[in-house]
């Protein structure tokens, strides 16, 4: 075995996957304001941007080839609906506008991330109701709300709707309100199997969406079932997404294998905030070798079977790859 890795220009011809600044969709987290760079502090090298600095962060990205971007906002103010989601004025719908006005912008694919706990005062990805003495996350009565969130971002410049709310049913409901509203042409990347993972942490910090009582496991999927993953993914085909976006990557490397040999859309892995900033707590302890774990965690999600990334490294990807 050994002849075929005596030399780097070898091991090249012989290797199996492949990683490009293409394959690689980098997330913004946009803010009201100006000048506006707040670093996230559980996840060093991470911002909030304001739309101003988040043109330049586009153009930067354009420039590096990377595949796209992922928008996610941090609304003025909130409320129990999450209004700000698909008000015309609301800040990713303001991002979109100022992205596609910049040439660059167009080399990449723009990707808004559709849901509600951004901009809930609750923080939960749907409508709250009261069950009981308690409460709980209304499917239904969500569903309206997704799809009126999508049509606003569509309208706005996304080229592609990504909801991640986890609720039933709610790929058909984008679908029919992107069609109704003239929007037929925008696809749905659908979070399809999304687990309730502890690795999103660090992202709650960046999009102050933190769900302010209980937790999402009534809604997202429990991380030891691959095969209701499955059924997962093709319910959102049946309901009509073009592609699928699987969440978190890493401790779910298999369960992407499995949906790979299953169906034959694109599939999308995200490298959540945790996988991020656990790299980057090693890497600032002199533990593990920054260059080499970021190009081997990204490579380890291709060889799964995840046509592209979603990744806080895009960048420094990028870099690395060119
Ligand atoms: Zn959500």
């Given at each position: 075995m050994r002849r075929l890795r005596r030399s780097e220009s070898l091991r090249a011809l012989v290797r199996e996957t492949t990683l490009?600044?293409?394959?690689?969709?980098?997330?913004?987290?946009?803010?009201?304001?100006?000048?506006?760079?707040?670093?996230?502090?559980?996840?060093?090298?991470?911002?909030?941007?304001?739309?101003d600095e988040a043109v330049r962060e586009a153009e930067e990205a354009a420039r590096q080839g990377l595949g796209g971007l992922?928008?996610?906002?941090?609304?003025?103010?909130?409320?129990?609906?999450?209004?700000?989601?698909?008000?015309?004025?609301?800040?990713?719908?303001?991002?979109?506008?100022?992205?596609k006005r910049t040439r660059t912008a167009k080399k990449l694919v723009l990707i808004a991330d559709v849901c509600l706990c951004e901009y809930t005062s609750h923080g939960h990805c749907g409508m709250i109701v009261k069950s009981g003495d308690g409460w709980a996350v209304d499917n239904d009565s969500s569903l309206?709300?997704?799809?009126?969130?999508?049509?606003?971002?569509?309208?706005?410049?996304?080229?592609?709707?990504?909801?991640?709310?986890?609720?039933?049913?709610?790929?058909?409901?984008?679908?029919?309100?992107l069609d109704d509203e003239n929007c037929a042409d925008t696809p749905i990347l659908s979070y399809a199997s999304k687990f309730a993972s502890a690795f999103y942490g660090p992202f709650r910090e960046a999009a102050d969406s933190a769900p302010q009582f209980g937790d999402r496991k009534a809604y997202q999927m429990d991380g030891a079932n691959l095969r209701e993953a499955m059924r997962e993914i093709e319910l959102d085909l049946e309901?009509?997404?073009?592609?699928?976006?699987m969440k978190p990557a890493m401790p779910y490397l298999d369960v992407v294998r499995a949906a790979r040999e299953r169906v034959d859309v694109p599939i999308g892995a995200y490298q959540v905030s945790g996988e991020y900033s656990m790299l980057q707590a090693a890497f600032q302890k002199g533990w593990l070798d920054h260059d080499r774990?970021?190009?081997?965690?990204?490579?380890?999600?291709?060889?799964?079977?995840?046509?592209?990334?979603?990744?806080?490294?895009?960048?420094?990807a990028a870099r690395l790859l060119s």
């Open positions: 490009e600044p293409g394959d690689l969709i980098y997330p913004l987290f946009l803010c009201p304001g100006e000048g506006v760079r707040c670093e996230v502090s559980s996840m060093p090298g991470v911002f909030q941007l304001s739309v992922l928008l996610f906002g941090l609304p003025e103010a909130k409320d129990e609906q999450g209004s700000g989601a698909w008000d015309e004025n609301g800040i990713v719908q303001q991002g979109l506008r100022a992205l309206g709300l997704l799809g009126r969130t999508a049509v606003s971002l569509a309208k706005a410049g996304a080229d592609v709707v990504a909801p991640s709310d986890m609720m039933d049913g709610r790929v058909g409901a984008i679908r029919r309100a309901e009509g997404a073009d592609m699928i976006l774990a970021i190009l081997e965690s990204l490579l380890g999600i291709r060889r799964a079977g995840a046509g592209f990334i979603v990744t806080y490294f895009a960048k420094e």
